[in-house]
């Protein structure tokens, strides 16, 4: 919530918090109308506690007394995918308003969300890498062939 531009959009308040900034505009009056624009599901992430998080997952612990599906409070991209593990079994997901949803069992759970592994930016780079050295093979054969004539 500390920057707001960076969050998910509610279009449903815009023209709102547009007619509002125009009667009284200050820093804290735009600070407050902007974080209202932010569509995040503020009530199902308080249900989840933090436990740690690096540039490629996200964990968290949750409690809950019934089995139901949940919005993780971690932003879905599109054409990204994930891997979301409840206590260490991968769990299928949705994309909900932004947000990945799941179904959580009933009691105590470690919820870990990664971004799944994809093989095809493994030979992406290994393509790259022998178009490159092939490139340079070439460029040196013909520079050797040059500096002889």
Do not use: C
């Not at 506690?49 to 971690?74: G, M, Y």
């Not at 079994?89 to 919820?111: F, M, R, T």
């Not at 994809?118 to 050797?144: D, E, M, P, Q």
Request: a positive charge.
């Amino acid at each position: 919530m500390d920057v707001p531009d960076y969050h998910l959009k509610n279009p449903n308040v815009e023209r709102a918090i547009k007619h509002a900034l125009k009667r009284d505009l200050n820093f804290k009056n735009a600070n407050r109308l902007n974080k209202k624009t932010v569509a995040f599901d503020h009530k199902s992430r308080a249900k989840f506690k933090f436990i740690s998080a690096n540039d490629q997952q996200v964990s968290f612990k949750l409690h809950q007394s019934h089995t139901k599906a949940l919005k993780l409070p971690v932003i879905g991209y599109k054409n990204v995918n994930y891997q979301i593990k409840v206590n260490d079994h991968l769990v299928k997901y949705a994309h909900s308003q932004g947000q990945l949803k799941a179904n959580l069992p009933a009691g105590h759970s470690k919820i870990t969300v990664s971004i799944a592994n994809n093989s095809r930016h493994g030979w992406a780079l290994f393509i790259t890498l022998f178009a490159y050295i092939a490139s340079l093979l070439i460029f040196s054969s013909h520079w050797r062939i040059g500096a002889r004539h």
